[in-house]
């Protein structure tokens, strides 16, 4: 991470380089019969000298120099002549110079090198805008890099140096067989002081900090500002994370700090390698976890899966995919949650065909879709608008008053003057509804999975819902252009 960096920036305040967001805590460990424990996880190394020397080469600190401009607004505007004139003048600029419009600034970051001529994998915000890319090796040699490629959505740049003979370079691991409590290295250049080692234990696995496709491994190894970037070792020398975030009330190493795998990164720069870019699979639907009240209003016994809320027109539209499916599995893997489907779409092959199951109705069907590229997808929305707006009132169900749209309510809400369904006006804050999220401006457009055209639509449902013994009915809400599924109690239909 840029040393000089001192704002918070990104993902809920927890940043990308590595400031602080006002969090500490404590671990404690009970204890655990010794027999209970591998053999090689009984003792601490006796020394990590000899992995150190061997990995050391490999690592690298990063240099970059970025033009700022400056902010001209801020300097006083003083009529010529006045007396204040030249006391500004030399306030202003000592050196009597005329003020610059920019000036250059530098940062500092790690990094390591993956291939013997000259790859090196880093942070995308280390290297961010940087005009220039130098790199410092462990001998003190120095070559400039030229950027092959970012993803902004991992947080991993990749980089090439060009050098006359073969460079010292680690591999990758796998971060998917590492477990908590065992040792790690991280290496890099803390605060801009140089080559460091610090020595740890991986704390927990597969923690999320807000990103798509987020897989950190959180380690009490010492990682402060200027680590970002660097390798994150296991015992065998193998790259297992890119240090990238730390928690921390102070800016600095609290032991609280957050790695990316390298089961993410490594697809990452196998991609950023060949094309410069990523590549990852679209599906084209928006989904939410089966929480346990969604679960016993479809009839589910386990709160599994990905519930799609939404099918416009995509691959999964044209597989036959439908709002209210549940997806279960995908590519022959089990899909239990939305993270695991994220990013399972993610890592498959683009324009192939791929099974998916899915939940219908209470039965089991498996259709197969042929995967778009989620970057052009993204490329193609972006610019597209929502002008959604308060609707009125008549009717009163679940503690919601509701009105059926009408083409021009539907219009004003940002949808097509077709469009079907019940406008929330006003929600009873000591309902069960109100609880659960439900606001003024929502849409019900669908109850049981069956869409909803009128007050006496949702009636039925509910009655449905009822005589099928269940305790809650499901909805699917749209607010902001944004679909989701609620299950509200059905104690108080009325």
């Given at each position: 991470?840029p040393?000089?960096?001192?704002?918070?920036?990104?993902?809920n305040?927890?940043?990308r380089?590595?400031?602080?967001i006002?969090?500490?805590?404590?671990l404690?460990f009970?204890a655990?019969p010794m027999a209970?424990?591998?053999?090689?996880?009984?003792?601490?190394?006796a020394?990590?000298?000899?992995?150190?020397?061997?990995?050391?080469p490999s690592v690298?600190?990063?240099?970059?120099?970025t033009?700022?401009?400056?902010n001209?607004?801020?300097?006083p505007?003083?009529?010529e002549?006045?007396?204040?004139?030249?006391?500004f003048?030399?306030?202003?600029?000592?050196?009597?110079?005329?003020?610059?419009?920019?000036h250059r600034?530098?940062?500092l970051?790690?990094?390591?090198?993956?291939s013997?001529?000259g790859?090196?994998?880093t942070?995308?915000?280390v290297?961010?805008?940087?005009?220039d890319?130098?790199?410092?090796?462990?001998?003190?040699?120095?070559?400039?890099?030229k950027?092959?490629?970012t993803?902004?959505s991992?947080?991993?740049?990749?980089?090439?140096?060009?050098?006359?003979k073969?460079?010292p370079?680690?591999?990758?691991?796998?971060?998917d067989?590492?477990r908590?409590?065992?040792w790690?290295l991280?290496?890099?250049?803390?605060l801009?002081?140089?080559?460091?080692?610090?020595?740890?234990?991986?704390?927990a696995?597969?923690?999320?900090?807000?990103?798509?496709?987020?897989d950190?491994?959180?380690?009490?190894?010492?990682?402060?500002?200027?680590?970002?970037?660097g390798?994150l070792?296991?015992m065998?020398?193998?790259?297992i994370?890119?240090n990238?975030?730390?928690?921390?009330?102070?800016?600095g190493?609290i032991?609280?700090g957050?790695?990316?795998?390298?089961?993410?990164?490594?697809?990452?720069?196998d991609?950023?390698?060949?094309?410069?870019?990523?590549?990852?699979?679209w599906?084209?639907?928006?989904i939410q976890?089966?929480?346990p009240d969604?679960?016993?209003?479809?009839?589910?016994?386990?709160?599994?899966?990905?519930?799609i809320?939404?099918?416009?027109?995509?691959?999964?539209?044209?597989?036959?995919?439908q709002?209210?499916d549940?997806?279960?599995?995908?590519?022959?893997?089990?899909v239990t949650?939305?993270?695991?489907?994220v990013?399972?779409?993610?890592?498959?092959?683009?324009?192939q065909?791929?099974p998916?199951t899915?939940?219908?109705?209470?039965?089991?069907q498996t259709?197969?879709?042929t995967?778009?590229?989620r970057?052009?997808?993204?490329?193609?929305?972006?610019?597209?608008?929502n002008?959604?707006?308060?609707?009125?009132?008549?009717?009163?169900?679940?503690g919601?008053?509701?009105?059926?749209?009408?083409p021009?309510?539907?219009?004003?809400?940002g949808?097509s003057?077709?469009?079907?369904?019940?406008?929330?006006?006003?929600?009873?804050?000591m309902?069960?509804?109100?609880?659960k999220?439900l606001?003024?401006g929502d849409?019900?457009?669908?109850?049981n999975?069956?869409?909803?055209?009128?007050?006496?639509d949702?009636?039925?449902?509910?009655e449905?819902?009822?005589e099928?013994?269940?305790k809650?009915?499901l909805?699917l809400?749209?607010r902001?252009?944004?679909?989701?599924?609620v299950?509200?109690?059905?104690?108080?239909?009325?």
């Amino acid at each position: 991470m840029p040393s000089n960096a001192m704002s918070l920036t990104r993902r809920n305040k927890i940043t990308r380089s590595m400031t602080a967001i006002g969090l500490a805590g404590t671990l404690a460990f009970g204890a655990l019969p010794m027999a209970t424990l591998p053999a090689a996880a009984q003792d601490a190394p006796a020394s990590f000298a000899d992995l150190a020397q061997k990995i050391s080469p490999s690592v690298v600190n990063i240099t970059t120099t970025t033009t700022v401009a400056a902010n001209t607004d801020r300097r006083p505007i003083i009529p010529e002549g006045s007396p204040f004139e030249d006391f500004f003048r030399d306030f202003m600029d000592p050196r009597g110079q005329q003020p610059q419009e920019s000036h250059r600034a530098e940062a500092l970051g790690s990094g390591f090198v993956i291939s013997e001529d000259g790859y090196i994998v880093t942070n995308n915000h280390v290297i961010e805008n940087a005009d220039d890319i130098q790199i410092e090796f462990f001998s003190g040699e120095k070559l400039t890099a030229k950027l092959i490629g970012t993803d902004t959505s991992t947080d991993i740049a990749l980089l090439k140096v060009d050098s006359d003979k073969p460079l010292p370079f680690v591999p990758f691991g796998d971060s998917d067989r590492m477990r908590v409590g065992d040792w790690v290295l991280a290496m890099g250049n803390p605060l801009g002081q140089g080559f460091s080692v610090s020595s740890g234990i991986v704390s927990a696995r597969n923690r999320a900090l807000q990103g798509t496709y987020d897989d950190y491994i959180q380690t009490d190894a010492a990682i402060n500002r200027g680590n970002s970037g660097g390798p994150l070792f296991n015992m065998q020398g193998q790259v297992i994370g890119v240090n990238t975030a730390i928690l921390s009330p102070n800016g600095g190493s609290i032991g609280i700090g957050f790695s990316m795998a390298s089961s993410v990164v490594q697809k990452v720069v196998d991609q950023l390698r060949e094309f410069g870019e990523t590549r990852r699979g679209w599906l084209g639907v928006q989904i939410q976890d089966v929480t346990p009240d969604v679960a016993e209003a479809i009839g589910l016994a386990n709160a599994k899966g990905a519930l799609i809320t939404d099918v416009p027109d995509g691959p999964a539209k044209d597989a036959g995919i439908q709002s209210g499916d549940i997806v279960t599995s995908f590519a022959g893997n089990e899909v239990t949650d939305t993270r695991s489907l994220v990013n399972r779409v993610a890592d498959a092959p683009i324009g192939q065909s791929v099974p998916i199951t899915v939940m219908r109705d209470g039965r089991s069907q498996t259709l197969n879709v042929t995967l778009g590229r989620r970057e052009e997808a993204e490329s193609a929305s972006a610019g597209r608008g929502n002008n959604q707006q308060a609707p009125q009132t008549e009717g009163e169900l679940l503690g919601m008053n509701v009105t059926a749209l009408t083409p021009d309510m539907a219009q004003e809400l940002g949808l097509s003057p077709d469009a079907t369904g019940l406008a929330v006006t006003r929600v009873d804050e000591m309902a069960d509804a109100f609880s659960k999220g439900l606001r003024s401006g929502d849409v019900i457009t669908e109850a049981n999975q069956a869409p909803i055209r009128s007050v006496s639509d949702l009636k039925d449902g509910i009655e449905a819902a009822k005589e099928a013994g269940r305790k809650s009915i499901l909805l699917l809400i749209r607010r902001d252009g944004a679909p989701r599924f609620v299950a509200l109690p059905l104690d108080e239909a009325n």
